[in-house]
């Protein structure tokens, strides 16, 4: 089958190389002339475990190939992927990335016969595929739904294990608002195996929201409830996740075998939330509620909570004497595996920091080139050989956990000046860190 994916980036990029690799011939369209010429000879524009092996076997069988040309990909597609950017503009989704790709397409569908079916991969606030991108192609091109299709396909990634679950998903929610974009949308899904849920484009992105929302929920809930731990003193909240993560109904006991579910890793305490989606997820839908009359105390109580995490590494450094101001930052992107840096919490920590006088080395395997290109600061320097710089800092903040700063504890045995450690990732129990001052999110008094 013939796909063309507009917006070529992590959505967009796995999704058209997977789809390659099942045996679709994939045509990726972006505006970014550098991203298609890297792309075109087989060297990803993004880091992502995997991608650069299966994007050069695909573009090897002829499977695949990026173009800047939109209308070229329209020519030689049953199928257009919608996978722009969908940011958050003062809460609110933006759409405008949604608009233009949509009106492009008005227009061909305006000058050309032939029957093609545009689906909805970026996420959109419910009721966008079958209103507003629905709209623009009719009033662009002049023709009604039916001579043109409509669907909307959320996808679930997760940045750095974006192949894996692309490859290997839950389910897929499969959105139309025709009977000609179904049968193409499962025929494009056919060589996966795994529950598969037909509903109509409104649900679609509605279970998007919900899903996101409630992961969100999750780790606002368990951060205001760490915050409290530590404030009262002598509660380890780790201890309290396995209290309270043993109850069957979060780890069911089956065969006599206990299940740990990996939403248990979302109860973790820590400096909040960041990353691509779920912060501007959660408000899209929060300002999306609030527009058409709805309260959304919830909603807004999850990102109060989170906006305020980052804020309480001021506070431990606060127990801190002022005049030692020499600060390594361990990791920059918003979880290890990627370098995606977008409303990373390592990232707000670096700014609040700063802004309080530290001088930083910031450190982070892949994501210290996005970080340059966001913040110049003359007290930032940057420096990937991280182990090196034990000795010359006092005081040491693990933001990302990445698995190569798990040998920090072994450096630390051996580094004889006391140092202070704020871990805002957990990544240690306080009894691994020892002759040294360790502070961590539910546990240390505040
Ligand atoms: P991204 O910013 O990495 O990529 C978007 C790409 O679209 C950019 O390369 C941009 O140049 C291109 N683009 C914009 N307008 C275009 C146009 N008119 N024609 C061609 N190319 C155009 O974004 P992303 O992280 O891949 O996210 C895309 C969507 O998928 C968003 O709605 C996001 O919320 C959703 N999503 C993202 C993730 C994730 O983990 N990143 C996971 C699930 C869903």
């Known amino acids: 089958m013939k796909i063309g994916v507009v917006g070529t980036g992590y959505v967009g990029l796995v999704s058209g190389v997977c789809l390659a690799s099942k045996g679709h011939e994939v045509i990726c369209v972006d505006l970014r002339k550098d991203i298609v010429k890297k792309l075109n000879s087989g060297i990803p524009h993004i880091f992502e ?25 329209l020519n030689s597609s049953d199928i257009i992927l919608l996978a722009v950017g969908t940011p958050s503009e003062n809460g609110k989704i933006d759409l405008s990335q949604i608009k233009k790709a949509s ?31 629905k ?55 056919k060589p996966w195996k795994c529950d598969k849920l037909l509903v109509n484009s409104r649900t679609a992105e509605m279970i998007k929201y919900s899903n ?86 919830m909603t807004n109580s999850i990102l109060s909570v989170n906006d305020n995490q980052p804020k309480q590494v001021l506070q431990m450094l606060s127990k801190f004497s002022k005049s030692n101001k020499k600060v390594l930052l361990l990791g920059l992107s918003f979880k290890p595996e990627t370098d995606d840096i977008r409303e990373s919490s390592s990232i707000k920590i670096l700014k609040l920091i700063l802004l309080e006088g530290y001088k930083v080395i910031a450190s ?18 940057f420096d990937s050989s991280w182990k090196k710089e034990i000795e ?15 040998s920090l504890k072994k450096i630390l045995q051996k580094t ?3 140092k202070v450690v704020i871990d805002c990732k957990r990544l240690f129990k306080s009894s691994e860190i020892v002759g040294h001052k360790y502070l961590t999110f539910g546990e240390s008094k505040l």
């Open 364 to 381: 982070d395997p892949i994501a210290i080139e996005n970080t340059k290109k966001e913040i110049n600061h003359s007290d930032l320097r």
């Open 49 to 73: 475990r995997d991608l650069d092996e299966l994007l050069k076997n695909v573009i090897n069988k002829n499977l695949f190939e990026a173009t800047n040309d939109l209308i070229y990909a």
């Open 135 to 189: 709209n623009i192609i009719e009033t662009t091109s002049k023709k009604k739904l039916g001579k043109f299709g409509i669907g909307m396909n959320p996808e679930f990634l997760r940045e750095g294990d974006a192949v894996k679950d692309f490859m290997y998903p839950d389910r897929i929610v499969m959105g139309f608002e025709d009977d000609k974009t179904k049968l193409l949308l499962e025929e494009m899904y």
């Open 103 to 133: 009106q492009e397409i008005g227009e061909y569908i305006r000058d050309n016969d032939k029957f093609i079916s545009i689906v909805v991969k970026s996420t959109v606030v419910p009721s966008t595929t079958d209103s507003f991108v």
């Open 392 to 406: 010359l800092n006092d005081i040491i903040i693990i933001g990302t956990n990445w698995i190569e700063y798990k």
């Open 416 to 418: 004889s000046k006391k």
């Open 212 to 297: 996101n929302t409630m992961l969100a929920c999750l780790i606002s809930m368990n951060n205001e409830l760490s915050n409290l731990a530590s404030k009262i003193g002598g509660i380890d909240y780790l201890d309290v996740i396995e209290g309270v993560s043993l109850d069957k109904r979060w780890s069911p006991i089956i065969d006599k075998k206990r299940i740990k579910p990996s939403i248990i890793s979302y109860f973790t305490p820590g400096a909040g939330f960041g990353g691509s989606c779920f912060p501007k997820d959660v408000q899209a839908i929060r300002t999306q509620g609030e527009t058409i009359g709805i309260d959304m105390q």
